[in-house]
């Protein structure tokens, strides 16, 4: 299953994408960047700051600045992570940044029940610019 994440709301799309892969299906997701959490911009970066501060950055808890890698690690979240189930499972998730070549034939679902002009309130923050907020810096070399 390839799901584009283009304006979907992170947790909704996290939890559908968990399911599916306890159920055994391999799931790709998409354009992870330009999936949305709702809040305000100051809010939410502060809850993902809080969380890159805790712990010790040598043993965890790990938290990527990639936008794929930030998606994996929000639905590894939603996973039963310390039994073999969800070890596979995780196993079985796949994210990516934009549209790789290797799926450029496949279609790719739009969930439409996910999207974000479903959310009561217009303030919604993109992955992408969480991560860079939290200095990913977009493959830039500087």
Not at 24 to 41: Q, T, W
Not at 73 to 102: D, H, N, S, T
Request: a positive charge; glycine letters at 10%; proline letters at 5%.
């Amino acid at each position: 299953m390839i799901i584009d994440a283009d304006g979907l709301i992170l947790g909704r799309l996290g939890s559908f994408a968990a399911k599916q892969a306890l159920n055994g299906e391999d799931v790709i997701i998409v354009n992870c960047e330009k999936a949305v959490v709702s809040g305000s911009l100051g809010n939410v970066i502060s809850k993902y700051k809080r969380l890159f501060d805790m712990g010790h950055p040598r043993y965890g808890p790990v938290w990527h600045r990639k936008p794929d890698l930030f998606v994996r690690r929000v639905i590894r979240g939603m996973l039963p992570w310390r039994k073999p189930r969800g070890r596979e499972a995780f196993k079985r998730l796949k994210c990516y940044v934009g549209f790789p070549e290797e799926l450029k034939g496949s279609p790719a679902e739009k969930l439409e029940h996910f999207h974000s002009s479903k959310l009561l309130t217009s303030k919604q923050v993109s992955v992408s610019r969480i991560c860079s907020e939290l200095g990913h810096n977009g493959g830039r070399k500087e």
